[in-house]
Every structure is written in C-alpha cells, then in structure tokens.
C-alpha cells in the first residue's frame, strides 16, 4: 500500500451560509465569520473580517435584488482568509470617490479596500462573488 509521506487536502477549508438578502441576515453572516476564524484560530482577524462580512452584506442587499445571498468563508491559502458574498447580479460592483456625499453612503468599497491585502470580484453565469482576503500573518 502506497502512503503518502504529508497529508494533504483535495479542497481548501471553506464555511458557507445561504441567507435571505435581507439587511438581518448580517447578523448571521457576522456569527459565521466569527465561528469559522475562531475555529482556524486566527481570533486576531474576527474585527476586520466581522467589518468587511458586514459591507459585503450591505452591498449585496442594497444593490441587487438578490432574494437570497451566499457567504463564504475559505482558507485556499495558508497566508489568507477569503471573505465573500454570492449574489445574482451580473454588475460589477463600482468604488465611489471620496468626497463630502460619502458621511451617510457610498463607502462600503472603500472600507473593504482598507481592510484587505487584496479584494475582487468572480462572475459566474448567474451572479457574482465579491471577496475580500485578509493577510493571517506577513510572510516569513
């Protein structure tokens, strides 16, 4: 019998949650981002990743007419943590430029640029996924 010499995972760790596109499931998708960081132990992202999951929800809920949404979290890299949102909206989503209509909207994007080492968006045939990666920890 042949044994491989290091175990190894034919899928990366990901946790999901399908939710109604309702601004209340940004609670869910919070407890869901906390659970999965605090499991993956890297507890020092749950502020940040907590922060993005929310705006990604917001923009998710506020911008399509998604009845229902996907959160995900995945870990396909040692050095990262993946936070996204599926909707069913084919737009991509747009950065506002700051400026003074941006105290009560429009910054959604810019805290997520903020927050990541890096963000983007997946399409796929009936929607998209606008994701966020948090660095766990800088290289060695």
């Known amino acids: 019998m042949i044994v491989p010499t290091q ?3 034919t899928r990366s760790p990901e946790f999901s949650a399908i939710l109604p596109g ?8 919070r407890q869901l981002v906390r659970t999965t960081l605090n499991a993956w132990e ?5 502020d940040s990743g907590v922060l993005l ?18 959160v995900v979290v995945s870990r396909s890299n040692p050095r990262f943590v993946r936070i996204g949102v599926v909707d069913n909206a084919r737009m991509l989503p747009e ?28 399409m796929y045939r009936l929607g998209k996924q606008v994701w966020g990666e948090l660095l766990v920890s800088p290289p060695h």
């Open 22 to 29: 309702l601004e209340e499931s940004a609670e869910i998708a």
């Open 53 to 70: 999951v929310t705006e990604l929800v917001a923009n998710a809920v506020q911008h399509t007419n998604s009845r229902y949404i996907k």
């Open 42 to 46: 890297t507890e020092h992202l749950k």
């Open 7 to 9: 175990p190894y995972s």
């Open 95 to 122: 950065m506002t430029k700051p400026g003074a209509d941006l105290l009560t909207s429009g910054r959604g994007l810019l805290l997520v640029d903020a927050l990541c080492e890096r963000w983007g968006t997946d």
